[in-house]
């Protein structure tokens, strides 16, 4: 069985942290508990941290307010928020340049439509008639499900335009060890019903491990890949990626992998962690 590691002696070790946001520091419900003082102890010693995460539900500015301390203030600025959403605004930026583009998502997630200069549209506002130059696929929530899936179903049945998923999740953690359904998923589904190739973002892949490595080297450029750790809950993302990039990883239990299930999943999956531990609190 495996014997998870104490966190807080793993962190000492390192100069830069990454962490992933849902199943880490955060659940659908909100942060988890003690979660601002332990990221308050992070800085107080010194280590130059940063969020990794596949949400593109909200602006990097929102998400930041939400890991404010009531003492210390702000703890981790927009900044060092690497969200899978600014690379798919920087694609809709370079390819569709100008227009409309429909999306699935909530309004606060046309943020990333909107900061690439394009005019965003509920997807529940479009016309066969009057096509959108592109659709993106932002967040699971701020849309009916069965109306408005089936309309970009139909949609993209009948004219041809790039799909961007900008959140590549196909779960994220509800909390009391469930999951919910991610935009991930959805896109997953309506790809093999159209029969088409989107472009998607995010964990696993290594331009945002990238990202951030550049931001915490020009913080200080003495750091190397030996001195950053990743966190994060998900072997198949988090785990995985990092690894690709080529850093040291811990995976924690509070998240998508739950505890009595990790050896197995790890061993099946071939996705082995540099450490194993309950949770960032631990």
């Not at 942290?17 to 979660?35: C, M, P, Q």
């Not at 332990?38 to 107080?44: D, I």
Request: charged letters at 20%; proline letters at 5%; glycine letters at 8%.
């Amino acid at each position: 069985m495996l014997a998870p590691s104490s966190f807080s002696e793993i962190v000492k070790d390192y100069k830069v942290v990454f962490f992933d946001a849902y199943g880490v520091l955060k659940s659908s419900r909100g942060l988890l508990e003690g979660i601002t003082d332990f990221l308050a102890w992070l800085t107080r010693t010194g280590k130059d941290v940063y969020i990794i995460t596949n949400d593109s539900s909200k602006s990097p500015a929102e998400m930041a307010r939400a890991y404010a301390h009531p003492e210390y203030g702000e703890l981790i600025p927009a900044s060092k928020i690497i969200s899978s959403g600014l690379l798919a605004k920087d694609f809709l930026r370079s390819k569709i340049k100008t227009g409309n583009v429909a999306y699935l998502g909530t309004e606060a997630s046309a943020f990333y439509i909107e900061s690439a200069g394009l005019n965003p549209i509920p997807v529940a506002g479009c016309s066969v008639d009057d096509p959108p130059r592109a659709l993106a696929l932002l967040d699971d929530e701020g849309f009916d499900w069965f109306t408005d899936v089936n309309r970009a179903v139909n949609l993209l049945r009948r004219v041809s335009i790039p799909v961007i998923v900008a959140n590549a999740d196909t779960a994220y953690p509800a909390g009391g060890g469930e999951v919910g359904i991610a935009v991930g998923s959805i896109a997953t589904m309506i790809e093999s019903i159209v029969a088409k190739k989107f472009v998607r973002f995010g964990k696993p892949d290594t331009m945002m491990f990238s990202h951030a490595f550049a931001c915490a080297h020009a913080n200080d450029d003495k750091i190397t890949k030996q001195d950053v750790l990743m966190v994060g809950d998900t072997l198949d993302t988090d785990i995985f990626g990092a690894n690709t990039f080529g850093i040291d990883t811990a995976l924690v239990l509070s998240g998508n992998t739950l505890p009595e299930r990790a050896e197995i999943r790890i061993m099946a999956s071939g996705v082995f962690p540099t450490y194993v531990c309950e949770s960032v609190l631990t």
